[in-house]
């Protein structure tokens, strides 16, 4: 199986966002890459192969893939698509309040991790005006990738954050069912980070989803990894490292201001995830 590598695919100043066109999408194998991808599709038939499982796709169908995951294209009738590549461990831009939407959260980590188990229908799925704005956003992005004049990077940067602004957005609006329910699970992540300081109850998670304690916490785990609470906690710790990097305020001081009622706690829960206390962190990182 090919792996597509950054130096292939990116620029050689190395900023992380291409943004290819096929039209038609030719064969090309099984394949997977060392970036995700932002795919549209905006004309033709096809079917999506990602190693073990296949969908149908038409016009307007947009999803992500994430790096590791094998796919490729078969059954092509006029399949016509944009890839947005991009590399998020890269990106360098702060996604600021994005990650307050649902949309967002459900379309960049939950629908794909959810994919197997709802065979593609939690996709989202373009309207012909939503198509024409993002093919809008789409030629903006690529304009300033393709002039690279002085300043190119921060245009760049806004009109991708403003693509997936917008594709969050359109996603949250959605009627489909099952994307219904990732939106649900993604309102109690936005919640999270909204909240990363306040006590938040599973209770009260499950509350927001809507759905029952055990289907929420089966589908979280499945898309996350890991249990809700133990995400919060993730959360106050990656907080708490900002604060540890930025300000002065001591380590007590940031430990409540993250929502850890304990600084011995907070302690033990930040040197599980950094392999240090938050004393030695400050110390590196300052």
């Known amino acids: 199986m090919k792996v597509l590598k950054k130096q292939d695919w990116f620029h050689a100043d190395g900023f992380p966002i291409v943004v290819e066109r096929r039209d038609p999408q030719q064969p090309f194998g099984l394949h997977c890459h060392e970036f995700s991808e932002i795919v549209i599709i905006t004309g033709g038939t096809g079917v999506h192969i990602t190693g073990e499982d296949s ?3 038409k016009a307007g169908d947009t999803f992500v893939i994430g790096g590791e995951r094998p796919h490729d294209y078969l059954n092509m009738d006029r399949l016509s698509l944009i890839n947005i590549l991009f590399d998020p461990t890269d990106l360098p831009m702060s996604l600021g309040d994005l990650q307050s939407l649902s949309g967002y959260h459900a379309l960049f ?3 794909p991790a959810s994919r197997q188990r709802h065979q593609f229908t939690s996709r989202l799925q373009l309207n012909p005006a939503e198509i024409a704005e993002s093919l809008r956003l789409v030629d903006k992005l690529d304009n300033e990738l393709a002039a690279r004049q002085p300043g190119f990077e921060v245009m760049a940067i806004a009109a991708m954050l403003e693509l997936i602004t917008f594709l969050s957005r359109c ?3 959605t009627r489909n ?4 329910t ?3 699970v993604g309102e109690t992540i936005a919640h999270m980070r909204r909240n990363v300081a306040q006590a938040i109850s599973l209770e009260e998670l499950v509350a927001i989803s809507g759905m029952s304690r055990t289907n929420y ?4 785990e499945a898309a996350m990894g890991t249990s809700p609470i133990k995400y919060l ?3 106050r710790i990656e907080e708490a490292g900002r604060l540890l990097r930025s300000t002065d305020q001591t380590i007590t001081e940031i430990a409540f201001d993250v929502g850890f009622s304990d600084s011995n706690y907070f ?5 599980k995830v950094h392999g240090q206390s938050p004393r030695e962190y400050r110390k590196r990182h300052r």
Do not use: G, V
């Open 55 to 57: 969908y149908e796709l």
């Open 109 to 111: 980590t939950l629908e």
């Open 171 to 173: 996603y949250r609006q």
């Open 177 to 180: 069912p099952t994307s219904k």
């Open 182 to 184: 990732l939106i649900r």
């Open 217 to 220: 916490m089966r589908m979280f």
């Open 233 to 235: 906690i993730e959360l």
């Open 267 to 271: 302690s033990r829960q930040f040197r």
